[in-house]
């Protein structure tokens, strides 16, 4: 019956049935899970973004249910199609779900498959998609190394500073000094406090506002007699 429904001519239909998926993924192994996965399929290709976009939370709960081989040869491919998908709404949700995503697959698994995404999001071509993606920096930068945040993540970071959009440079003031107690004091001195300082004259209250709430993150790397 719930195969059927999610064929419903109606995208209303399609549409519960794509978050009912979700129950039904829950209830692996006593639910056939090639079957769900073929059901999920179908839903990704739907015509309709309002159904689509339902597969999203699909991935996160199939990554809570599968093993890890499965969720290589199955799910690894769709994060993918979703994280480049044409919709930015998707890329958005994708952006904001990331470390649900992580913490569904490993966050060995991750590093590998979603950190690519991760710094086009922070290059993405749409405000809120680079605004979901900075605010997941604290989070998403614990499972990183030293060394990869150095190289990979901040130089990405340097282009939000004069983001156009001051709801991004907002974000980015409220979680950029979470990363300076990973990467220590040299990096910190190079890499971050001149943007820090350039950010304090920013022309929106808020942005500058938002660079005091983590400001103990700082003071734990550089000291307080430097601060």
């Not at 976009?53 to 993918?80: R, W």
């Not at 901040?154 to 979680?175: Q, T, W």
Request: with cysteine; glycine share 4%.
């Amino acid at each position: 019956m719930y195969a059927t429904a999610s064929q419903d001519d109606t995208p209303q239909v399609r549409k519960q049935a794509a978050i009912s998926l979700n129950d039904f993924i829950n209830l692996i192994p006593r639910v056939n899970e090639t079957e769900l996965f073929n059901i999920f399929s179908r839903f990704y290709k739907d015509e309709q973004d309002s159904v689509r976009i339902q597969g999203i939370d699909s991935l996160v709960c199939f990554a809570k249910m599968l093993p890890p081989q499965k969720v290589q040869v199955y799910l690894i491919p769709y994060i993918k199609k979703f994280s480049e998908d044409k919709s930015w709404r998707i890329r958005y949700l994708i952006a904001d779900r990331i470390m649900d995503l992580a913490d569904g697959i490993g966050h060995e698994a991750a590093k590998e498959a979603l950190f690519p995404h991760y710094t086009a999001f922070l290059k993405d071509t749409e405000s809120e998609v680079r605004t979901a993606a900075v605010g997941r920096l604290s989070d998403f930068s614990k499972i990183l190394d030293a060394e990869t945040i150095i190289t990979k993540v901040i130089p990405n970071l340097k282009g939000l500073v004069n983001d156009s959009f001051a709801y991004v440079r907002s974000a980015l003031a409220e979680n950029m000094l979470s990363i300076c107690p990973k990467i220590e004091k040299g990096p910190t001195n190079e890499h971050i406090l001149p943007d820090f300082l350039t950010m304090l004259r920013d022309e929106s209250s808020e942005v500058r506002l938002n660079l005091f709430k983590r400001l103990e993150d700082l003071n734990k790397v550089i000291g307080l007699e430097d601060l």
